[in-house]
């Protein structure tokens, strides 16, 4: 193999390339620390476009993981809803139910239709005492399930009328139209 010696003239055309593009090419035979020296401010450009592109990126990541949790904290919200709207329909013996179907979702969410729903109840005043203490909630459901043993059964009937899905099969005589034909 031929010794790789780089001439005198190669050199001087590529000095000359570095001086006309003032730094914007460095063509070999010369170094990076070449054009360094000679343009340190073409150097700081370069670093300062770098971390400007990388700032740049670092942000779009930063919304888009924002946004990402943006979407995701809406679907909990919107599911969320739907158990505060299924729990309506809720009697305080189903509700234990209600919370196995939707214990994959945070309590900070259902706690609030939870302690609103309680206070519609006479049987479950004692657990209002509970509200705002930090008790988690599966043990206020647990303590419910063992009030629910001690309620009694008139009130069980009369609780269960405080449900609005208790929709007639059919309408009220009071309301059935006659046919006039």
Known sequence: PRSRMTSISEYDHALNVLLESHGLHCP???SGSVRQQLFPEYCFAL???REKKRALSMHAAARREASQAAREYMLLQ???GQAAAELNFCTPLTASAWYSRWEDLP????EGAFWRWVKRFPSLRPLQESEGMGIPLWYVMSDMADMNLLTPEWLKATESGFCPNRIACGRPASV???GTA
Do not use: F, K, V
């Not at 309590?107 to 259902?110: I, K, S, V």
């Open 28 to 30: 070999l035979p010369l």
């Open 47 to 49: 670093d300062d476009r």
């Open 78 to 80: 919107g599911r969320a």
């Open 107 to 110: 309590d900070e969410l259902l």
């Open 176 to 178: 059935q139209r006659t």
